[in-house]
């Protein structure tokens, strides 16, 4: 009877554990770098588990991480070849479902973007197809880097126009910094 219960014990222990090490690969396999990238975030900060990981393009080729750390706060971390770029906590910044809410209802920032893009009309995302926040790194060129947040929100979807597109949000406050619509020849 005893060694029933052991070799039941030992089946289900290499099986819970094959099964967190499928869920890894199958994860980060789909990401090239991403396990260096998820060690690096987990090294070097706070990050106490990856629970989201996605690659990250918006002025980086690197990737995002989101998960606790080890009081249970979210954490975003960003990285690049192995190397934290950025660490934030995600309640300094806008949920993910406001975001997607103002990226529908979107306001061009007041005092953020170039004078001739406000007269430009926005395109509400009618269809969100992800929802991304992401650093604003001071030595990297992008259109949205005089955000004071230093973070934004990268939504990409279909506009309601028809087009898709990417649209930038200040992580703090949710008003456009940027929005790139990617039209496709008719």
């Known amino acids: 009877m005893k060694k029933t219960i052991w070799i039941s014990l030992f089946v289900l222990t290499v099986l819970i554990a094959g099964a967190v090490f499928a869920v890894r690969e199958v994860t980060f396999a789909q990401y090239e770098g991403a396990d260096a990238d998820a060690q690096a975030a987990l090294d070097n900060t706070v990050l106490n588990q990856v629970k989201e990981a996605s690659p990250y393009t918006g002025g980086i080729q690197g990737f995002f991480f989101a998960g606790p750390d080890k009081q249970g706060r979210q954490v975003y971390v960003w990285t690049a070849k192995g190397k934290v770029l950025s660490m934030t906590y995600a309640d300094q910044g806008l949920s993910k479902d406001k975001a997607i809410a103002a990226a529908q209802k979107p306001v061009w920032s007041k005092d953020l973007v170039r004078p001739e893009l406000k007269d430009q009309p926005l395109q509400p995302v009618a269809e969100v197809i992800h929802a991304t926040p992401g650093p604003v790194l001071p030595d990297l060129e992008t259109e949205y880097k005089t955000a004071p947040s ?26 456009v910094l940027w929005q790139a619509l990617l039209t496709e020849p008719k």
């Open 150 to 175: 230093k973070f934004v929100w990268e939504i990409y979807g279909k506009m309601a126009n028809g087009d898709t597109g990417y649209t930038y949000l200040d992580f703090k406050s949710g008003e």
